[in-house]
């Protein structure tokens, strides 16, 4: 009876040494946290960064000179920030006079984080190029911010860094498809970012609109925006003007046609 009691006991110190490993990995105490990300993420792209201009030959691009910070976010708004997983992505501002930001300001790196503090990340082809390129000497070469590692201290400083960034939003919608009753709809993607995307659309076929609809969708999420108002027959395009609050949207109206 007594080795029973002891082996039963030993069975319950593993469960529970199991399950204190799993919520550590999921990120309940994990040293993985978005603050550690933010502070590590911006000096690792920026001396790599300072190495592809001189590959390039581009003069006067230093660490120093790009300012790069960072914004990271693991799952979007329905997962906290912290613990491993391949699901992190961190939005990167710096200051390339050869090389402006976008209207968002920032570039979405995606990172795969492992639970000892090291990372990979992958940038934006459209703002750091693709995985070669060809240097001074018309060699072909690889590009070092294309995608690389980092590691930061696990036990290094966790208190926020105060960047934040608004997230981007997308129309999904690449053709339309009415209803029975010629309505239609549009969906939208937010990114990651601060807050979300809110706003309203207003949807307009020739010079019938086809009403005005609220717009809030939670970062890394989708949304389906549903119009009141049927398209008169004959209109052939929809024309959808985005005003947004929170966020960034469209700078012009998406005009998407009707089918045939």
Not at 31 to 39: F, M
Not at 63 to 78: E, R
Not at 187 to 216: H, I, K, S, W
Request: hydrophobic share 35%; with cysteine.
């Amino acid at each position: 009876m007594r080795r029973f009691v002891i082996s039963l006991i030993a069975a319950i110190a593993v469960v529970l040494a199991v399950g204190g490993a799993v919520v550590a990995g999921s990120g309940g105490s994990s040293t993985v946290t978005r603050a550690r990300l933010e502070r590590s993420l911006p000096t690792e792209f920026a001396n790599l960064y300072a190495a592809q201009a001189t590959l390039l030959g581009h003069k006067g691009v230093t660490p120093a000179s790009l300012g790069a910070t960072a914004m990271c976010d693991k799952g979007g708004a329905v997962e906290p920030d912290v613990g491993p997983g391949s699901n992190w992505n961190c939005l990167v501002s710096w200051t390339d006079p050869d090389n402006p930001m976008p209207p968002e300001g920032y570039g979405k790196f995606e990172l795969d984080v492992h639970t000892n503090g090291c990372y990979t990340a992958g940038g934006p082809s459209k703002l750091v190029g693709y995985a070669t390129l060809t240097d001074t000497k018309g060699r072909e070469v690889p590009n070092p911010v294309s995608e690389f590692d980092g590691c930061f201290d696990p036990q290094g400083d966790d208190t926020a860094t105060g960047v934040e960034f608004p997230s981007l939003l997308n129309v999904t919608t690449t053709a339309l498809r009415p209803d029975a009753q010629r309505h239609v709809s549009v969906q939208t993607t937010c990114g990651t970012g601060a807050g979300g995307c809110q706003g309203e659309v207003t949807a307009t076929a020739g010079t019938t609109d086809l009403g005005t609809v609220p717009l809030q969708v939670d970062e890394e999420q989708t949304a389906t925006l549903d119009f009141p108002k049927a398209v008169p027959a004959g209109e052939s395009e929809v024309t959808f003007t985005f005003h947004v609050t929170q966020g960034v949207g469209p700078s012009k109206p998406v005009t998407l046609e009707m089918p045939g």
